[in-house]
């Protein structure tokens, strides 16, 4: 295929990607674009630790930081984080369960887009005016109250990449209920499925609460409503409810796909099938119920009362159970394993501690006493940053090093892997784990610069270094992902010879319609199944047939193009407005405009007829040599 | 499956036609999940609005005691619940691949709904000409205009789909690929209805007893 690829323009291969409906190219656009972003996010969280580096520094303005801080956040959760995984999702679910791919390969690509443009938008706010600076969380008397339109594209922004989050859940949902290969049964799917399967019910369920949140924002913003105007009778603490319904559930939609990436590669690389399959995956749904019963504890410094804050406090405590269940079966499917210390490995041996630590200080928060006394102290961002980095972040780098053969056909280098990993560890506790202690000093979170001589100066100083050393770490990855590249040695279905699941049984990276014939899947691991029976293929379910693909499309782009133009329109009306009509007259017309493409596209996609097209069985069989080598 | 425009007659038409093809499967599933988080949604929508209710700047506003009639109410309501019976009726002569009847039943839907939407827009025009109640009066006005004038929207774009859909298979008849796209507009109108009920009771019977 990539050979294929080489040959044709740049314009064609652009082309390709611009109107793919294929999951596992979309799952290259989400790598490349979540990469960037994560590169932002990243850029931004070094200007923050230059800025405070030492007492009283000057390096940034007051102003500058806030929305240095905010987008930080915002990016990395939203813009990084989330599409990462979805890289991942979109690059192996569907050939873990076994399915040609997604149940609606359309909205796929509609949902890359959305997220696509509303990131973008996000990010011009940069170039147009000033970005959002009311932290990621954007409580609403400070953000109804913050001038210029950093808000508004925060709100627009995240509106739009919302939209294709929910529409990339549904889509995984279906997915694995109804496109799994025969014999794939609930209880048989890899750790990874079920983990995208429960992040995506979550998704389906925590994303409607984020976006009337930010629906009743941009109308007291740009349409002049009152939701959170106390004196005509509004309510901010409506704003904080509604962002909490999602935003916890959003960490675990975060860190339960990690979950399921760890899970792969420890029972992979230990040589043993995972301990306690079932009790991980009942794990992992009670962490999914438990997870939106819990959004309170975030506010429990906002007066909710002492009952509210017992009830949240204990509900919160209880999900350390689970955890805890799934911390267990991970060290015991190691135990007694024959363990190979490979880069992915590594990452998930290294998680195990990690993890440990930021829910420890997470049954800390949860006490609602003492988290008066820590509530947005540096022991918040220690917490987070330790669930967070130690959680997810290494799961993607795990899932980068460990995927990227099947999604790219070429192996990253391991030494690099390992230099990557070794800086990346060292750099990330270097950088939180003084933080607790600044926390537990007083250093509240968010502040511009502190002053010298109150005893916070050390570690401050040993957390920069430490995020310099992240930094480093991930310029050697980068490095990696060039030389890799540029080698380009192929590698064969399964590059880490102890695959175990249904991705490691066709060619890396698969034909566009990944298995010529459905496997029949005869239990958990099902390639593990048939190589230790000898066999090196799965054995199929069905005879060789004509394939049903689905046509590729360019109105996703244009639909998701549509409401991006549609969003500078909503936002500069505000200035239309003011200016008793006299300025910004494009901007109603342009939001029409967008508004009109948006729907039109839509239109056009309901009336025409797409039936896809089928690859024939002869074609199939042409096929056969140019396959996986072995 | 292999052929989507496949001529059936009412003794080959599948018993569930909307679910018979994996395409209409995955639509059926998708579309219900997706009524999943809209349920949602409008949950976020009326928590809101419960929390700003007569929520005003100053005691000349008025309240939802003062505005809100129960006549016109229940004309919308009986219109919105006769249409979605009369949407029932159309699924029921889509899975007896009875197309005009189908077609004729659907026309009946559009007509009620779209009749809802005009007592809507009276009663909005009505709140705010004569009681001076807008979307930026007060906390209580954008709370009001937003939940039902998302139910409002909801109405537009369900009419907007059926409509574009009678319009798109006008002549074509019933087959397997566009079965399933009657079948989920409809779930979709059902949808709709539902909140309304919800509407009525929580905004409009709880508003008149204060």
């Known amino acids: 295929m990539s050979t294929v690829a080489q040959k044709r323009g ?60 905010t987008m930080h956040g915002t990016t990395m959760i ?54 959002p600076d009311a932290g990621w969380t954007s409580y609403a008397s400070l953000s109804i109250a913050s001038p210029g339109h950093g808000i508004d594209f925060y709100v627009l ?106 899970s792969d590669i420890i029972s992979t690389f230990s040589k043993k099938r995972l301990f ?29 009362g002492p009952t509210a804050n017992a009830i949240f406090a204990v509900a919160t405590m209880a999900i350390a ?12 499917t190691m135990w007694g394993g024959s363990i190979r210390f490979t880069t992915p490995m590594l990452y998930a041996v290294a998680f195990i501690p990690s993890f440990v630590a930021g829910g420890v200080t997470g049954v800390m928060l949860a006490s609602a006493a003492a988290d008066y006394q820590y509530h947005d102290s540096y022991f918040v961002v220690a917490h987070f940053h330790y669930v967070i980095i130690g959680g997810v972040v290494l799961g993607l780098l795990a899932g980068t090093h460990f995927y990227w053969p099947k999604m790219f056909g070429t192996m990253l280098n391991e030494t690099l892997g390992k230099v990557t990993f070794w800086l990346f560890l060292i750099g990330f506790h270097g950088t939180f784990f003084v933080q607790h202690f600044l926390g537990l000093m007083g250093m509240p979170r968010r502040i511009w610069k502190y002053l010298p001589g109150q005893g916070l100066d050390l570690f401050n100083m040993i957390s920069t270094i430490g995020a310099f050393f992240m930094a480093i770490a991930v310029l050697v990855l980068l490095y990696n992902i060039v030389i890799t590249q540029v080698k380009n040695v192929r590698v064969g279905n399964d590059p880490w010879g102890d695959g175990r699941t249904l991705e490691w049984a066709i060619p890396s990276p698969p034909p566009y319609y990944n298995f010529k014939q459905l496997p029949l899947v005869r239990g958990l691991d099902p390639l593990w199944i048939e190589k230790m029976e000898g066999r090196t293929e799965m054995t199929p379910a069905e005879p060789l047939g004509d394939i049903h693909m689905p046509n590729n499309s360019f109105i996703p782009f244009v639909m998701s193009l549509g409401l991006f133009i549609a969003a500078f329109g909503a936002m500069y009306q505000i200035d239309w407005r003011e200016s008793g009509g006299e300025e910004f007259v494009w901007s109603l017309p342009v939001l029409i405009i967008g508004m009109l493409i948006t729907l039109g596209s839509m239109a056009v996609r309901s009336l025409k007829d797409d039936h896809g097209y089928h690859i024939h069985k002869e074609e199939l069989m042409d096929d056969t040599d140019k396959g996986g080598k072995e | ?187 979709y109108w059902h949808f709709i209805d539902v909140v309304w009920v919800f509407i009525f009771t929580v905004v409009y019977l709880m508003g008149m007893v204060g």
């Open chain 1, 78 to 131: 939203f813009l990084a984080a989330m599409p990462l995984l979805f890289a991942f999702m979109n690059a192996v679910v569907p050939l873990q369960i076994g399915a040609r791919d997604v149940a609606f390969p359309f909205l796929n690509s509609l949902g890359f887009w959305l997220f696509f443009f509303g990131g973008v938008f996000l990010n011009l706010s940069w170039f147009m005016g000033g970005a």
């Open chain 1, 321 to 332: 159970v689970p955890t805890g269940v799934k911390i267990f079966n991970w060290l015991l």
């Open chain 2, 1 to 187: 499956m292999d052929d989507m425009n496949q001529k059936f007659t009412s003794r080959t038409w599948p018993e569930s036609p909307e679910k018979t093809t994996l395409e209409g499967k995955n639509k059926f599933l998708g579309f219900w999940l997706f009524l999943g988080g809209e349920t949602v949604l409008f949950a976020s929508l009326f928590a809101t609005y419960l929390a700003l209710k007569d929520s005003v700047p100053s005691s000349d506003h008025y309240l939802a005691a003062d505005m809100f009639a129960l006549p016109l109410v229940f004309i919308m309501t009986m219109l919105l619940l006769t249409s979605s019976l009369t949407s029932v009726y159309a699924m029921y002569h889509m899975k007896n691949h009875n197309y005009q009847k189908m077609q004729t039943w659907l026309l009946l839907t559009v007509l009620l709904g779209a009749a809802f939407l005009g007592f809507e827009i009276y009663e909005f025009y009505h709140y705010v000409h004569d009681y001076n109640h807008t979307f930026t009066s007060s906390a209580f006005g954008s709370a009001f205009y937003t939940l039902v004038g998302f139910h409002g929207a909801h109405v537009v774009v369900g009419l907007g789909w059926f409509i574009l859909l009678l319009v798109r298979n006008a002549k074509r008849g019933l087959n397997l690929y566009n079965a399933p796209k009657f079948f989920v507009a409809s779930l």
């Open chain 1, 157 to 262: 922004g995240l509106q739009i990449s919302g939209a294709g989050t929910l529409i990339a859940g549904i889509n995984f949902l279906v997915t694995i209920i109804n496109m799994r290969a025969p014999g794939m049964t609930y209880m048989r799917m890899p750790l990874f499925t079920w983990s995208t399967f429960v992040a995506s019910a979550l998704i389906l369920f925590a994303f409607p609460p984020l976006t009337v949140g930010l629906f009743l924002m941009l109308f007291d913003r740009m349409f002049g409503a009152n939701f959170f105007n106390v004196s005509m009778g509004g309510n901010t603490i409506i704003w904080e409810h509604l962002f909490w319904i999602f935003g916890h559930p959003e960490v675990y939609i975060l860190i339960l796909p990690a979950f399921g990436i760890f």
């Open chain 1, 10 to 69: 740049f314009l064609a291969v652009l082309w390709d990607y611009l109107t793919t409906v294929d999951h596992k190219k979309i799952a290259i656009l989400y790598l490349i674009s979540g990469g960037f972003f994560f590169l932002v996010g990243g850029l931004e969280a070094m200007f923050i630790r230059i800025q405070l580096a030492v007492p009283d520094n000057d390096f940034v303005s007051a102003g500058l930081y806030n929305e240095l801080l």
């Open chain 1, 276 to 304: 306690g399959y079932a009790a991980m995956v009942f794990a992992t749904v009670l962490i999914g119920f438990l997870g939106f019963m819990v959004w309170a504890h975030h506010m429990f410094t906002t007066g909710l």
